[in-house]
T-cell receptor, first 108, second 117 residues
């Protein structure tokens, strides 16, 4: 079983819409979680960390549900520039494990 | 501030040939990582260095892959001999976090796109 699993999408949404997606993780001892963003043919970049209490950064909100072992990312008021692949990442056993990513395409 | 540098950006080789990739991390970052990202998948950690020591190479196919970071700064990843399934993007990353510390952020280089024919 993969450590981190994501719905690959794609999620095709119009500009201004809200889009949300989850990722599940298998190891209940995982210490920290992150969302990374990867544009087509580019390197991953940190979008935000995910805290137990949930956190918000502008239009982006991340939530952690330890009981059900999933994390979520919500994007409000989607922009064309939000089109990317969003990688769910867990930190456990001294290393990061990446999901395969969820692709979001925002259309005009 | 300069980011993580990698070269070459692209490489095409035939199976059974050898290839090497180079990475120069962000200045002052003690920890360096090499990842393999196959199309449609997330990055998979191959090896992690802290300074010039290996702290995790559990997912490195050691029969054909090798890596070194002799002076604790730049690093080289080698594949010898290459197989078709090695076609992927090889990403180098660095971070301030030391082994065992929670990683706040890893900074990735642009990657080397390897095609094995």
């Amino acid at each position: 079983r993969k450590e981190v699993e994501q719905d690959p999408g794609p999620f095709n949404v119009p500009e201004g819409a809200t889009v949300a997606f989850n990722c599940t993780y298998s190891n209940s001892a995982s210490q920290s979680f992150f969302w990374y963003r990867q544009d087509c043919r580019k390197e991953p970049k940190l979008l935000m960390s995910v805290y137990s209490s949930g956190n918000e950064d502008g239009r982006f909100t991340a939530q952690l549900n330890r009981a059900s072992q999933y994390i979520s990312l919500l994007i409000r008021d989607s922009k064309l520039s939000d089109s990317a692949t969003y990688l769910c990442v867990e930190f456990n056993d001294y290393k990061l494990s990446f999901g395969a990513g969820t692709t979001v395409t925002v259309r005009a | 501030e300069a980011g993580v540098a990698q070269s070459p950006r692209y490489k095409i080789i035939e199976k059974r040939q050898s290839v090497a990739f180079w990475c120069n991390p962000i200045s002052g970052h003690a920890t360096l990582y090499w990842y393999q990202q196959i199309l449609g998948q997330g990055p998979k950690l191959l090896i992690q260095f802290q300074n010039n020591g290996v702290v995790d190479d559990s997912q490195l196919p050691k029969d054909r892959f090798s890596a070194e970071r002799l002076k604790g700064v730049d690093s080289t990843l080698k594949i010898q001999p290459a197989k078709l399934e090695d076609s992927a993007v090889y990403l180098c990353a660095s971070s301030l976090a030391r082994f065992g510390e929670v990683v706040n952020e890893q900074f990735f280089g642009p990657g080397t796109r390897l095609t094995v024919l």
